[in-house]
C-alpha cells in the first residue's frame, strides 16, 4: 500500500505504528536503551539527551538507585486504591517535600504529572473559597506567554494562543496580564526594578478590574520555560506580586513543574525569589521520568480550611499516589537534599560571577 502513496504521508504508512503519535507524518527512531545522560536507538546509534526529555530526566538514564527504589517496591505492592489505603511510600515521600517546602507549607496532594497537578490547584483554590464562605470568586489570573499544561483547564490559564485557538469553546473564563520578559519588553529608559513595579501595578490593576472578591488566584511560572525560553524575573517583582495578592485575599499559584526540583541552584526556584506560594505545582524532576508522578503542594491554611469545613477535596485520579511512582520519586529526592545545599553554597559563593557575566550577555544582545 506505500507504494501506492506519494507525498508527506508515504512515510507515515510505512511505518505502521498503531500509535498515534505527536506528529503522524513523522518517523521516530524507537529508543531501546538509556544510560546517564545517553539515549540508544534499536539501531544502535546513540543520542545525548542535552535537555533530558521536556526537563524531566534530571538523575539521568537507568540511575542504580531510582531502580533499586522501584524494584523493591514492586517486591512489596504495586497498587492500593487511595479511597482506602494510603502507603508507606507516599507518607515518606510527602514527609521528605514537606521537610524541605517553603515556609508554611505543610501538606501534599499526589497526581500523576504536571497538567494534573495544574489542574487540582486550580480546583483546590477555588474549594478553599467556598470552604471560607466566599463562592463569588471565580476568576483566575496568568500570564500571556505561559504554559501550564494542556487540559482544558491548565490550557484556559496558559499562554500558548496556537494551542488555545480550537478549544476556545471549552475553555473557562481566565484573564491574562504581562509576563516578565526583560529583553523584548522593558523599555530602553527604564531599569529592571522599575519595570518589575510596573508590571506589578499591571497585576493590580487587573485584579481592581475585576473586583479583588472576585479573583481565586494569581498563576506564574517562577522561571518561565517552554514559551519563553528558561527566563526568569527580574527582581523583586515575586516580592511585590506576594504583596499585592496578600492585600487582596488572592491565593498565588506558582507552576514549578519544569523549574523545580534542584533544577535552579536550589530545590524550589522560589527559594531564591524569597516568596512563599499558596500552592505550588510540581511535577517532571520530581520522578525524574522514571514514572509518572506530580504534586500539589500546599500552605497549611488551605488544608485547615477543607479539613475544619467539608473534610475532602472534591477532586481525584485512580492513579493519585501510585507506589511505584512515589517510589521513583523518593529514589530520586534523596539525593535532592544534598544537591539543594550544594546549590545553595555555589550561589553563596562563586556563582555571584554568573549574574555579571549575564550582565555582559545581556548588554550585547540588547545591541
Keep these: 500500500m506505500a507504494d501506492e502513496i506519494s507525498g508527506p504521508f508515504k512515510e507515515a504508512v510505512a511505518i505502521m505504528t498503531r500509535v498515534l503519535h505527536r506528529q503522524t507524518g513523522h518517523s521516530y527512531p524507537i529508543a531501546a536503551g538509556g544510560q546517564g545522560i545517553t539515549i540508544r536507538d534499536a539501531a544502535g546509534k546513540d543520542y545525548i539527551d542535552a535537555s533530558s526529555g521536556a526537563a524531566v530526566s534530571c538523575v539521568g538514564h537507568s540511575h542504580p538507585d531510582v531502580l533499586a527504589a522501584m524494584r523493591e517496591q514492586l517486591d512489596r505492592l504495586a497498587y492500593a486504591h487511595t479511597s482506602f489505603f494510603t502507603t508507606e511510600v507516599a507518607e515518606a515521600l510527602a514527609d521528605d517535600l514537606v521537610a524541605q517546602a517553603p515556609p508554611g507549607v505543610g501538606h501534599v496532594f499526589f497526581v500523576s504529572g504536571g497538567s494534573e497537578a495544574i489542574e487540582a490547584a486550580l480546583k483546590l483554590a477555588r474549594q478553599y473559597f467556598v470552604e471560607r464562605g466566599e463562592p463569588q470568586r471565580r476568576y483566575i489570573i496568568a500570564r500571556r506567554q505561559s504554559y501550564h499544561g494542556i487540559t482544558l483547564g491548565a490550557l484556559a490559564i496558559g499562554g500558548r494562543e496556537w494551542q488555545r485557538k480550537q478549544f476556545a469553546p471549552l475553555l473557562i473564563e481566565a484573564h491574562h ?16 526594578q522599575a519595570y518589575g513595579e510596573r508590571l506589578a501595578r499591571e497585576l493590580e490593576s487587573k485584579i481592581e478590574e475585576l473586583g479583588g472578591k472576585n479573583v481565586i488566584a494569581f498563576v506564574a511560572e517562577t522561571v518561565v520555560g517552554a514559551t519563553l525560553g528558561a527566563v526568569p524575573a527580574v527582581p523583586g517583582y515575586f516580592q511585590r506580586v506576594r504583596d499585592i495578592c496578600d492585600r487582596h485575599g488572592v491565593l498565588l499559584i506558582l507552576d514549578e513543574v519544569m523549574c523545580g526540583m534542584g533544577r535552579t541552584g536550589t530545590l524550589h526556584a522560589c527559594e531564591q525569589e524569597g516568596v512563599s506560594p499558596d500552592l505550588m505545582a510540581l511535577a517532571k524532576g520530581l520522578g525524574g521520568g522514571y514514572a509518572p508522578i506530580g504534586a500539589l503542594m500546599m500552605q497549611d491554611k488551605i488544608f485547615d480550611a477543607i479539613a475544619g469545613g467539608s473534610g475532602a477535596f472534591q477532586h481525584s485520579h485512580t492513579y493519585m499516589g501510585h507506589p511505584l511512582a512515589c517510589a521513583a520519586a523518593l529514589g530520586g529526592a534523596a539525593g535532592h537534599a544534598p ?11 562563586g556563582a555571584p560571577r554568573a549574574p555579571a557575566q549575564g550582565a555582559v550577555w545581556q548588554s550585547s544582545l540588547r545591541r
Design 339 to 349: 544537591r539543594q545545599s550544594a546549590g545553595k553554597r555555589a550561589l553563596a559563593g
Design 177 to 192: 496580564v504581562s509576563p516578565v520578559y526583560e529583553y523584548r519588553e522593558r523599555r530602553a529608559d527604564e531599569t529592571a
